[in-house]
């Protein structure tokens, strides 16, 4: 089956500069490769997403680059802010009436004032 | 506003009970998922379910049964609980569509002594 490594597992960085949390998956045949992000004490929710027809995709702070090749994916968090900080999850499903989701062990990002 | 709902959202229990985690929803979607989230491993697989007389295993089904009682019910029973059984579990939902995205309940904490 799929599986997804995550790193880092904790990120800190300093309020403005960049984060970015690298995946890799194993199987050649996903094609979509979500992110979700935890808050503290509440519900994974999804922030952005990538399909593997594209190479990058941006939603204003937030990017997600996908190289097939080397069965990568990254999210890149520009000019960080105190919310910013979570636990982020990657994840990858390939296609089939399934589409079950296999996640990375998850990104401890804090964002320091 | 459409939601998932877990009860209870916090239980204790002693080792060889049976619990059962309840999750409802009124999103309307058809496919509904147990997760369990352990610190360092992520959110994995236990159940899911396309629709109520579909119930499939994931990839950490032993020791849990499930049960999809409607569209908007899908219950997870743990027969004899063990202590590492200890963990946050989540349940979801997503529509059939291609889009995949998971709506996550606020998550049931169980603790086995």
């Known amino acids: 089956g799929e599986n997804v490594e995550q790193h880092p597992s904790t990120l800190s960085v300093q309020e403005g500069d960049s984060a970015v949390i690298k995946c890799t998956y194993s199987?050649?045949?996903?094609?979509?490769f979500p992110w979700y992000k935890q808050e503290l004490g509440k519900r994974p929710q999804l922030i952005i997403d990538?399909?593997?027809?594209?190479g990058e995709k941006k939603d204003q702070r937030i990017a997600v680059t996908l190289n097939k090749t080397a069965k990568h994916f990254s999210l890149h968090i520009t000019e960080t802010q105190p919310e910013d900080s979570a636990v982020y999850f990657c994840a990858a499903s390939k296609p089939g009436s399934a589409r079950q989701l296999t996640f990375g062990s998850g990104t401890q990002l804090t964002v320091l004032p | 506003d459409a939601d998932v709902t877990q009860t209870p959202r916090n239980r204790i229990t002693k080792t060889g009970k049976r619990i059962m985690l309840e999750c409802s929803q009124t999103k309307g979607h058809d496919r509904m998922y147990w997760y369990r989230q352990d610190p360092g491993l992520g959110l994995r697989l236990i159940y899911y379910s396309f629709d109520v007389k579909d119930i499939n295993k994931g990839e950490i089904s032993d020791g849990y049964s499930v049960s999809r009682q409607a569209q908007a019910k899908f219950s997870l029973s743990l027969e004899s609980a063990i202590p590492n059984q200890t963990a946050l579990y989540f349940c979801a939902t997503s529509d059939s569509g291609y889009t995949g995205e998971l709506f996550f309940g606020e998550g049931s904490r169980l603790t086995v002594l």
């Open positions: 990538i399909r593997s027809n594209v």
């Open positions: 199987d050649s045949a996903s094609n979509y």
